[in-house]
């Protein structure tokens, strides 16, 4: 559900982060007259005559985008490359093809768990010491291992959603005297101020359970910090140890101040993404919304000027750590073909990420894609806090757990942290029930 939703509004945010810069938008590079881009530099054409099938979930704008990256590898290279679109479930997609020997010999998983899946199944081919250079060259250790199992490379992180976001409607701000707060201290103040002067500070997406492992992700990796973060999201520590305690006190006393929550805890609970956005924007019911970088969609839909009515802060310190959480999608070769690896050091390079990052609606992991090669203001900047948190860095902790535990709607964690929103009072006993769950989803 999670993937659903960022797939539909990446869409569209193409359009949204373009019109966020306060200036004109860089425009993709022009197209030669085959359709590549002239923005790769001149090299031998080393892959005349071979063909490269790569598979991934993105329609639309996000898939044009996507093929304009292809277009300059092509041109690069002399290779055809042909894209197929997985839908929203690859696994589906992909299951018969690798059972039926056809595989295509680039696939985009929008998941880390699928690299696993895919690896115990032997349908992933090791990444060349070609391709590892540049993941070594360009990215942290930890992106590095989202695309190994078993201590093998097989993926490549090439494209990433920010998680570590809390947006506003800039006039409700004005109207309580408010001001963007930077710990979470600051933000339950914040809070107060706007439910005093008459506006309900949230609007909480809480029939929509991701939206809560999102909100408790960002609070716990601030106040556990980032290695506890990585051995929680593998369960090597477990639900029911303090530092999880911690971090549900903490949203408790967001989620336990009824006037905090429009529509207090059951309206929350009644309310799925994105409609929380459309009550902050348009409606103009409530002040703020927590969610990632795509909320910028259906704020503009609701007729807010993103950068001027719709703007966001950093998700606010709750501990130590500045917060930063990231979804992605992964690169791996389902074929040892030599454009398979072409194909993913080129989407791991410095050169690949930046001609992705001079279109509308991409972030990248890349540390070494200069913030200034990105089209608008708001993408630039939401890059440069990526490159600034460094090693603390996190993928999306739900993502990386068994879907039984981290990705079933009505159950387990989804389950468990809206239970905790009805009655934030009872942390053990939420805890309890997610320990359980989470040795249920890790046997």
Not at 85 to 112: K, M
Not at 271 to 298: L, N
Request: proline residues 6%; charged residues 20%; hydrophobic residues 40%.
């Amino acid at each position: 559900m999670r993937r659903t939703i960022a797939a539909v509004t990446t869409a569209g945010l193409a359009l949204a982060l373009a019109a966020c810069g306060g200036g004109e938008s860089a425009a993709p590079a022009p197209a030669t007259s085959d359709g590549a881009s002239t923005s790769a530099p001149a090299a031998a054409k080393t892959l005349e005559g071979v063909t490269v099938e790569v598979a991934a979930k993105w329609t639309g704008a996000e898939q044009a985008n996507f093929e304009a990256v292809l277009k300059a590898f092509q041109a690069k290279t002399g290779a055809k490359v042909t894209y197929a679109s997985t839908g929203e479930d690859t696994g589906a997609y992909l299951g018969p093809r690798i059972e039926g020997g056809n595989p295509p010999d680039v696939a985009i998983l929008p998941q880390p768990g699928l690299v696993q899946q895919y690896a115990d199944q032997k349908a992933l081919k090791p990444l060349t010491a070609e391709v590892q250079k540049q993941i070594d060259d360009n990215y942290t250790p930890y992106w590095k291992e989202l695309g190994s199992a078993d201590g093998q490379s097989y993926g490549v992180l090439v494209k990433a959603a920010h998680k570590s976001l809390i947006w506003y409607r800039d006039q409700a701000f004005q109207d309580a005297g408010a001001t963007p707060p930077a710990t979470w201290d600051d933000l339950i103040k914040t809070a107060q101020t706007i439910a005093d002067s008459g506006t309900p500070p949230f609007s909480l997406c809480g029939a929509s359970g991701w939206t809560l492992t999102d909100l408790f992700e960002n609070v716990y990796l601030s106040t556990a910090g980032p290695e506890n973060y990585t051995k929680l999201s593998k369960h090597e520590i477990p639900w029911t140890d303090p530092s999880v305690t911690t971090a549900l006190e903490k949203i408790g006393q967001l989620v336990g101040k009824k006037e905090f929550l429009l529509g207090g805890s059951a309206g929350a609970l009644q309310t799925d993404f994105p409609t929380c956005v459309t009550q902050v924007y348009g409606q103009d019911k409530s002040a703020m919304v927590i969610e990632a970088d795509f909320v910028g969609v259906t704020a503009e839909q609701s007729g807010a000027k993103l950068g001027e009515e719709a703007k966001y802060f950093p998700f606010p310190k709750a501990g130590e750590t500045e917060p930063v959480v990231l979804g992605g999608d992964i690169a791996v070769a389902l074929k040892d073909s030599k454009g398979a690896m072409a194909l993913l050091e080129f989407l791991a390079s410095k050169e690949g990420g930046e001609v992705w990052a001079k279109l509308p609606g991409y972030l990248s992991p890349n540390r070494n894609v200069s913030p200034a090669s990105y089209p608008d203001e708001l993408t630039k900047k939401l890059a440069e806090t990526i490159i600034a948190a460094g090693d603390t860095v996190r993928y999306d902790m739900s993502d990386l757990a068994p879907s039984a535990f981290g990705g079933t709607d009505g159950k387990a964690e989804w389950k468990y942290l809206q239970d905790f929103v009805r009655d934030p009072s009872d942390v053990k006993g939420i805890q309890a029930k997610l320990e359980d769950a989470a040795k249920q989803a890790w046997k």
